[in-house]
C-alpha cells in the first residue's frame, strides 16, 4: 500500500487523474529530490582517539607526517557542493584551524585545530550561511 506523504488537494487531484489512465488498476509516481542551499550536517568532534584522525586521512597528503593529537575536528555538509569553497574560506577567517579535507564535488569540509578555534569556525559558517546566504541551516551538534 502507498503511503501518502502530503494531503493537498493538488496531489489529489494528480493522483485521481493517474488513476484513471492506469493499467492494471497500479500507479507508480516518483518525486525527484532537488536539494536546496542546506547546511545539513555541522558537527564538532573534541579530541579525539588518534584513530579517528589517522581513518580520516588527516595524515596523509598535505598533512602528511602532522601530528592532530590533542586537536578538535569540525565537520560540514553543505548543498550545493561548490559551497564548501566559500565555506573553508570562511572557516580559516574564522579561527586558527586547518583544512583537513574539503570536496567541492560532495560539500564536505573537514577542519583541525583547537576546539574554541573548531566550534568559531563551524558557527561562523552556519552564521553567514544562514544570516547572509539564506541557506536552510542545521543546529551544530558537539560530542
Known sequence: MAQRLDNS???????????????GGQVRITAPLVSGKEITLAHVIGV???????NLGLDIG???????TGESIGII???PPESAVIAADIATKAGDIQIGFM?????TLIVTGQRAEVDSA??????????TLGYTVCPISHR
Open 62 to 68: 598535505f598533512h602528511e607526517g602532522e601530528d592532530h
Open 48 to 54: 579525539s582517539d588518534a584513530s579517528v584522525y589517522k
Open 77 to 79: 555538509h553543505i548543498h
Open 103 to 107: 570536496d567541492r564535488f560532495s560539500g
Open 122 to 131: 563551524v558557527k561562523e559558517n552556519c552564521n553567514f550561511f544562514s544570516g
Open 9 to 23: 488537494p493538488a496531489l489529489d487531484a494528480l493522483v485521481a487523474e493517474a488513476m484513471r489512465h492506469a493499467r
